[in-house]
Nanobody
Framework: QVQLVESGGGLVQAGGSLRLSCAAS????????MGWFRQAPGKEREFVAAINWSGGSTWYADSVKGRFTISRDNAKNTVYLQMNSLKPEDTAVYYC?????????????????WGQGTKVTVSS
């Protein structure tokens, strides 16, 4: 069992930066692939980024590639999402999620554990 708590959301102007954090409970955090998803009002939840257990492999949605960076600190049971050059279309609730080794990292259905979300609003 893993419990996830996101933080770091807020209001930022276009072009600005935010860093989201996701703190996980449980001694098995280092074995999970971690992902970030987001859901804008009236839209479906979409994949943003993911990182494997060691941090050696990362995946990004095309819409955030080059602007967002996912990282993790297994000693602190925390995964991060550094978001730079933010755009109004990045406005959404951002969710942290955890999954096992197998399965497709970009599919929300593969993730067994979810945080409550943190809201990011980018003003133009």
């Amino acid at each position: 069992q893993v419990q996830l708590v996101e933080s770091g959301g807020g209001l930022v102007q276009a072009g600005g930066s935010l860093r989201l954090s996701c703190a996980a409970s449980g001694r098995t955090f280092s074995t999970y692939t971690m992902g970030w998803f987001r859901q804008a009002p009236g839209k479906e939840r979409e994949f943003v980024a993911a990182i494997n257990w060691s941090g050696g492999s990362t995946w990004y949605a095309d819409s955030v590639k080059g602007r967002f960076t996912i990282s993790r600190d297994n000693a602190k049971n925390t995964v991060y999402l550094q978001m730079n050059s933010l755009k109004p279309e990045d406005t959404a609730v951002y969710y942290c999620a955890a999954k096992g080794v197998l399965g497709i990292v970009t599919s929300s259905h593969e993730y067994a554990y979810w945080g409550q979300g943190t809201k990011v609003t980018v003003s133009s």
